[in-house]
T-cell receptor, first 111, second 115 residues
Framework: NAGVTQTPKFQVLKTGQSMTLQCAQD?????MYWYRQDPGMGLRLIYY???????DKGEVPNGYNVSRLNKREFSLRLESAAPSQTSVYFC??????????FGDGTRLSIL | GDSVTQMEGPVTLSEEAFLTINCTYT??????LFWYVQYPGEGLQLLLK?????DKGSNKGFEATYRKETTSFHLEKGSVQVSDSAVYFC??????????????FGKGTKLSVIP
């Protein structure tokens, strides 16, 4: 029972490079979320997908794009990485008004 | 909009001490309330929840009561252990339309328990 799986766990990029963070859940949840966690800021919502085929912006969407590939997978893409995007990224999923389940995070550093 | 305010840390306690982490919220409707815990190097895990006024959530010796009159959801534990050292997040969930419920988090409180 894997829950929410994020890959990679760690990544270092140079400014201007692009990359995609992957997230997959095996709990048949409808809703999926991407957050970033920065010191003293708590978790801030980047994008979410209420159901397969839909995506919406959260609190801090600039510089990111997302794809809800199917019900299981929700990817986050940085087209041109900037040092301000150095953070820990968490994916989460849930059903209805049940609590969210979180992955273990991707630690991303941009030089 | 919705917001969650929790006491700033870090909080350092001796083992077996009493713990309180304060959390207050603002919301337009009737949110569900949660406490999540994050151990070093890991993601967030649900610790406990309450879905309506006067509900008490409890788990692993931690408790929190949904107080609508004071818009609060304070986390308490009678006797902390070294293994409770972690970051604790208060959060609320409210319906935001189109079948979606959004979580709003507090900024987190880091707890360190020393032997």
């Amino acid at each position: 029972n894997a829950g929410v799986t994020q890959t990679p766990k760690f990544q270092v990029l140079k400014t201007g490079q692009s990359m995609t963070l992957q997230c997959a859940q095996d709990m048949n949840h409808n809703s999926m979320y991407w957050y970033r966690q920065d010191p003293g800021m708590g978790l801030r919502l980047i994008y979410y997908s209420a159901s397969e085929g839909t995506t919406d912006k959260g609190e801090v969407p600039n510089g990111y794009n997302v794809s809800r590939l199917n019900k299981r997978e929700f990817s986050l893409r940085l087209e041109s990485a900037a040092p301000s995007q150095t953070s820990v990224y968490f994916c989460a999923s849930k059903r209805g008004n049940q609590p969210q389940h979180f992955g273990d995070g991707t630690r991303l550093s941009i030089l | 909009g919705d917001s969650v305010t929790q006491m700033e840390g870090p909080v350092t306690l001796s083992e077996e001490a009493f713990l309180t982490i304060n959390c207050t919220y603002t919301a337009t409707g009737y949110p569900s309330l949660f406490w999540y815990v994050q151990y070093p190097g890991e993601g967030l895990q649900l610790l406990l929840k309450a879905t309506k006024a006067d509900d008490k959530g409890s788990n692993k010796g931690f408790e929190a009561t949904y107080r609508k009159e004071t818009t609060s959801f304070h986390l308490e534990k009678g006797s902390v252990q070294v293994s409770d050292s972690a970051v604790y997040f208060c959060a609320l969930s409210e319906y935001s339309g189109a079948g979606s419920y959004q979580l709003t988090f507090g900024k987190g409180t880091k707890l360190s328990v020393i032997p």
